[in-house]
């Protein structure tokens, strides 16, 4: 088999050129890191989960009208994606108050916000994904204000979304982070959430008990990841219910 174009390689993910022009070829890898890299291991089978997880949520998305770059799952690891030009933002939707934000306003891990809030994140590692208001965004061309209020919009909708999934399999949607890019119809710019839906994005606590079933676990060392992501695919129906995690999932094709 001919050597793919490797595009780009981040923490959790591999791009490759895609068999078609205007494609990429997304490869989930088994990395887990924390702190911007500070901490780093492998988890097998973390990718596999993430692909089929992040498969579920971007066909749902797709179902309701929300644009997405996910094109279809090519297999245990990857997906095929329609290349996009990513807005250098993680955009923020927190429901309850936890991990940074609880920090900086010395508020109790897991309090309900009044409403859900939007945040944005400049996205640098080596500068720590500061916070950005909106009038820098603006100010330093990464979106218009047009960009910003669809941006709002469509991350609102995720979050309802995310949100009655969730809750609906006894989990509690805290907070995530999804990326926006523009792909070109034409002329003419359209905005689709990108990137990945995972609970390496999410943070996700059990409703009856508060169990952490995200990248938390690994950030505070508090057990097997791969349990984490296996019970939360479990709960959706990515995995049969009678499956615990293995080191190489077996999943529902």
Known sequence: MARRKLIYEGKAKILYEGPEPGTYVQYFKDDATAGNGAKKDVIEGKGVLNNRLSEYFMVGLGNIGIPTHFIRRLNMREQLIRQVEIIPLEVIVRNFAAGSMAKRLGMEEGAALPRPIVEFSYKDDKLG????????????????????????????????????????????????????????????????????????????????????????????????????????????????????????PTLIN
């Open 129 to 248: 994904d500061p916070l950005v208001p909106e009038e820098y965004i603006i100010a330093f061309g990464w979106a218009s204000q047009q960009d910003m209020d669809d941006i709002v919009s469509m991350a609102l909708r995720v979050n309802d979304f995310m949100s009655g999934v969730m809750y609906g399999v006894g989990i509690k949607l805290i907070d995530f982070k999804i990326e926006i890019g523009r792909v070109w119809d034409n002329e003419f710019p359209r905005l689709v959430v990108a990137d990945e839906i995972s609970p390496d994005c999410c943070r996700l606590w059990d409703i009856e008990t508060g169990q952490k079933l995200d990248k938390d676990v690994f950030r505070q060392d508090l057990g097997n990841l791969a349990d984490a992501y296996t019970e939360v695919a479990r709960r959706l129906g990515v995995l049969p219910s009678n499956v615990t995690h293995r080191p190489k």
